[in-house]
């Protein structure tokens, strides 16, 4: 294998600088200002911030990240159960990501600090694992979107043991980007969709969506010059007002998907409506164990008294926090009164300085629109 | 959370694959694979299950990637997320 050649194909400057300035023709053409696009996928601000993509991208065109930090739009109520299951002596085993994350009162931190038992796991079959050496009740905490869910689906389906059980507060994507559509505020002309959901949705999942609102997707892989060419293509459709889904992603993603995937997240799971934290309601957006699964859902398993963390009032900073906003790409994480001073990652007051998908969070670490004018 | 890595299959056990990702072997569910998947076979993995079985045209393409992100040095933006994967990978047990 000839590993020495073929990063150029991902990481090429001399492509990166091409596609940078074909950006800039682009959004010349286009003649808006700004060009404003989202994507929805922490891993694809990752890329943008930790190798200053923004840095090269034209001044009118404005790359917004939306809700794509499956952690971020878990919402305050969800975490509120996993803390009331917790300080109930369940205990929960869920992804570390999720743990410092506060519902309305507090955290599963939190809880862990007044002495309940959270299990970290890098896999739901890590919770299995636990349940089956222990006679206690487990709880997975369940979070993250189709991606994720699969792997709880295939979980459910494979004969857990009686003291497993799950909380769902996985998230379905496609519904979001129709909420986010409709927001005024917003003016996303084009969405980048998230390249390893589209693994098992398939990109054909996306089709209806542009047929109702005439804005294109294109589906981008992670790597810098996937993202470059994926907005390049993304902002081709834009100029040429011929809205459709473009795969730019064929090493991952096909039109129909992983079927085996789909088929098994729909025996478990249905779409229900729901709130995610900070945007909105999203009719279709939350995956909830369908009746079948009855036995198997703490829900149902549980009488969770999350009433009792509602008489703690929320900590006044909470309330200045704006990351529904940045979630929602109205505002940016320099428009937050908190940001990098009273909310940190050592500190963090809202979810996006959470987790390491959040948009504050990769802001605070790499740094957000740099202006290289500025230095000269 | 969201990470996909991909890694080589070493041996298949009814739903269970023992998968070798740049020499830490882990165990990976097939439940949800999309097509049948035997050793040798390359899969891209996510939380523990493998999501695509990687067709061998594109195989030496995304392993080259991965490898050039292992073998950068420490600053290399990408590879700390991937070394932290495989970490949470290596301490289960395979």
């Keep these: 294998m000839n590993s020495a050649a073929r990063p150029l194909e991902f990481r090429d400057p001399a492509r990166g600088r091409a596609l940078a300035q074909t950006l800039g023709r682009l959004t010349r053409e286009i003649g808006r200002d700004p060009v404003s696009v989202m994507h929805v996928c922490g891993s694809h601000e990752q890329a943008i911030a930790r190798f200053g993509l923004r840095a090269s991208f034209p001044r009118a065109l404005d790359v917004i990240m939306g809700p794509g930090c499956p952690v971020c739009v878990t919402d305050l109520p969800e975490v509120d159960e996993a803390v009331a299951l917790a300080l109930q002596g369940v205990r929960v085993a869920t992804y570390g990501d999720i743990v410092r994350v506060r519902g309305t009162a507090c955290s599963l931190a939190d809880a862990q600090a007044e002495g309940a038992r959270i299990e970290v796991v890098y896999s739901v079959t890590q919770a299995v694992e636990l349940a089956r050496r222990t006679d206690d009740e487990i709880v997975f905490f369940a979070t993250g979107f189709e991606t994720t869910a699969v792997a709880t689906a295939a979980a459910v389906l494979d004969d857990p043991p009686p003291n497993l059980s799950v909380l769902s507060a996985h998230k379905f994507i496609p519904p979001v980007m129709e909420i986010v559509a409709e927001m005024p505020a917003t003016r996303v002309e084009g969405f980048l969709a998230a390249g390893h959901a589209a693994t098992i949705t398939g990109w054909e999942v996306f089709e209806p969506f542009v047929a109702r609102h005439g804005i294109p997707v294109v589906v981008a892989g992670f790597e810098p010059l996937d993202v470059l060419a994926g907005l390049v293509r993304l902002l081709e459709l834009i100029r040429d007002r011929t809205p459709r889904v473009v795969n730019m992603y064929p090493r991952c993603v096909t039109r129909q998907g992983n079927r085996a995937a789909q088929e098994q997240l729909w025996r478990v799971f249905r779409a229900a409506g729901g709130c995610w934290r900070g945007i909105a309601h999203v009719p279709n957006g939350n995956l909830r164990l369908r009746d079948e699964w009855a036995h198997l859902d703490a829900r149902r398993r549980f009488r969770i008294d999350v009433a009792r963390l509602w008489s703690q009032v929320p900590p006044a900073l909470a309330q200045q926090c704006i990351c529904g906003d940045i979630m929602a790409g109205i505002a940016s994480p320099s428009a937050c009164a908190l940001f990098g001073s009273r909310c940190t990652p050592e500190a963090p007051v809202g979810a996006c300085m959470v987790s390491s998908e959040g948009t504050c969070r990769i802001w605070h670490e790499y740094g957000g629109h740099p202006d290289l004018g500025a230095t000269g | ?94």
């Design chain 2, 1 to 94: 959370m969201c990470l996909g890595v991909p890694g080589r299959v070493v041996e298949v056990d009814g739903l269970l694959a023992i998968v070798d990702f740049w020499g830490v072997r882990r165990q990976v569910r097939l439940d949800v694979v999309d097509e049948p998947v035997v050793a040798g076979d390359y899969v891209l993995n996510h939380v523990g299950f493998a999501i695509r079985r990687i067709p061998a045209e594109d195989v030496e393409q995304t392993l080259a990637l991965y490898e050039t992100l292992l073998a950068a040095p420490e600053e290399d933006p990408m590879a700390a997320d991937v070394h932290g994967e495989l970490a949470a990978a290596g301490r289960k047990r395979t």
